[in-house]
């Protein structure tokens, strides 16, 4: 039985390689991969850096288990990187639970092959230094052994923790609450003690215990009980959506008609479309509440807290405010409508409109930062100046940039399906663009920040958002254009992505 479980895993392991190699992006994908290795090379150093540090700081208090007292945090830093770096084993075994093998049996060799990702090794670079120095520190061989072994088995534990939120966040929104309440708990002491003496006295205990012989057997036990709970869940949840009866459409009691949108013409008709795939569609609707729900979080954070009062810092956050929308929602521009590309293409310059509705949408959405955000500027935190520098600089600059996506993308997203979805290998040139529209409007802001006064800076930000905004029918028609001269190596990625 286990020989077998050991040929199915390396027969799985085999496919999903192939099924990568054999992506209609993956020759285009060299600069992703070239970024990715230098991304990884960097968190490398980064890691070696920061538990070299920590080391020293243990040594100092004579306290080993510093780094695993302060663990929380770095699998938080974890967590969200797993969003980039990591699917959810649903999202690739949907084409094996149709054929003749033990279906629990695929679910576990996925989740195994995530136990063993690269990814999860790359946090060595952080525990081994650690474990290295504060040996040479005082602390025994064992100790240091355990400090390693537990951290990698809280790396792991926290790798199926992420699959089993992000398989329920495809269910219900809700579910964003537990890991703010896994994570945030441990540093809930801290909003209660102004002093932190309470805090300091459960770090030091958790420093002390850590540094134990149980304590890899606890890490251990938190691992294995995270698998198994995975197992159980994910094989439930593609079991029921592959399995699931067609359900008979029931009568519509209300349909929304935004009539008012009729006085744009076509336009407007496709802003109709753009609010109703967002109302009917669950893919979609997920991926608007899931951006929306950043904005909120992002902009009360930074407008009602003092957590970044700094120049700079509040110049930054206060402009990803308004922006994080469309770098969440656009980076995957025209991905819902390859599933029905083709009908676009039938009238002339249907694309065009549709794209002009994306725009009229996204911008609109920009009221929402802006609304939440006045409060604040009335008590005095911001100016109304810096607010309306940042939305233009987002409607312009930074829209224009990631609207250049629409060229390139022609990976199909479904728009009902989320757990066994498949996978969009992005090419290089949109992995360029998403990292230019990312940091080059910084870059922009900082630059004017440092060599004018700040008002003078909030006026050339406007000159230029502004200068964008205007031009927009211009650079729309612009994509569109290179858009048909496209279109037939777009439509091939369109269909062959599509999910079947």
């Keep these: 039985m286990n020989r077998s479980r050991i040929q199915l895993f390396r027969l799985l392991r085999r496919n999903n390689k192939l099924g990568y190699r054999r992506s209609p992006a993956f020759e285009q994908s060299v600069v992703a991969k070239v970024m990715m290795v230098l991304g990884a090379g960097f968190m490398a150093v980064y890691l070696i850096f920061i538990g070299t540090m920590m080391a020293m700081l243990a040594n100092e208090s004579q ?3 510093l780094l695993l007292a302060l663990m929380p945090l770095f699998l938080l830093v974890d967590f969200g990187l797993r969003f980039v770096v990591q699917q959810t084993p649903a999202m690739m075994m949907k084409p094996y639970m149709l054929l003749p093998m033990p ?3 695929v679910v576990e060799t996925f989740l195994v092959t995530s136990l063993f990702d690269g990814y999860n090794w790359l946090w060595l670079m952080l525990f081994v230094p650690y474990a290295i120095i504060v040996c040479a520190g005082g602390a025994t061989l064992l100790t240091a052994l355990g400090i390693l072994l537990s951290g990698m088995l809280l790396i792991m ?8 939120v992000r398989t329920l966040m495809g269910r219900s929104m809700v579910w964003w609450l537990l890991p703010l309440v896994v994570y945030g708990g441990y540093w809930l002491p801290l909003a209660f003690d102004s002093e932190g003496q309470i805090f300091e006295t459960m770090l030091d205990a958790v420093a002390s215990g850590s540094v134990s012989w149980w304590f890899p057997l606890v890490c251990f036990a938190l691992l294995a009980a995270l698998f198994m709970l995975n197992r159980a ?7 029921d959506e592959i399995s699931r009866e067609e359900k008979k459409a029931a009568a519509m009691k209300h349909v929304s008609q935004f009539t008012f949108l009729e006085f744009f013409g076509q336009t407007g008709e496709y802003l109709k479309l753009e609010l109703k795939s967002i109302m009917r569609n669950k893919a979609i609707r997920a991926r608007v509440l899931m951006s929306l729900g950043l904005i909120v979080v992002l902009t009360l954070l930074i407008a009602y807290t003092d957590l970044y009062d700094g120049k700079m810092m509040l110049n930054f956050w206060c402009f990803y405010c308004f922006a994080i ?3 969440t929602a656009l980076v995957k521009v025209m991905g819902p409508e390859g599933n029905y590309i083709d009908l676009l293409m039938t009238h002339r310059e249907n694309i065009l409109s549709l794209l002009k509705a994306k725009y009229y949408f996204h911008v609109a959405i920009l009221l929402v930062p802006l609304l939440l955000m006045m409060p604040a500027v009335i008590a005095g935190k911001f100016s109304l100046l810096m607010m309306m520098a940042y939305l233009l600089l987002s409607s312009g600059a930074l829209y224009f940039m990631l609207f250049q996506l629409a060229v390139y993308n022609k990976q199909t997203l479904p728009l009902d399906q989320k757990i066994t979805g498949k996978n969009n290998v992005e090419n290089g ?10 940091f080059a409007p910084l870059v922009l802001v900082a630059l004017f920040i440092l060599l004018f006064s700040e008002t003078v800076a909030y006026w050339m930000l406007i000159g230029v958002g502004l200068a964008f905004t205007l031009a927009h029918p211009l650079w729309l028609r612009n994509i569109y254009k290179r858009m048909m001269d496209r279109k037939y190596e777009n439509l091939e990625g369109f269909h062959a992505s599509r999910s079947s």
Excluded: D
Excluded at 157 to 164: D, G, K, R, V, W
């Design 429 to 438: 040139m949109q992995l360029v663009i998403e990292m230019v529209a990312m």
């Design 233 to 239: 869940t994910q094989y439930r949840f593609v079991y």
């Design 157 to 164: 534990a926290n790798s199926q923790f992420y699959l089993l």
């Design 325 to 327: 929308y469309g770098m």
């Design 63 to 65: 306290e080993p288990g």
């Design 103 to 105: 279906r629990q049996a």
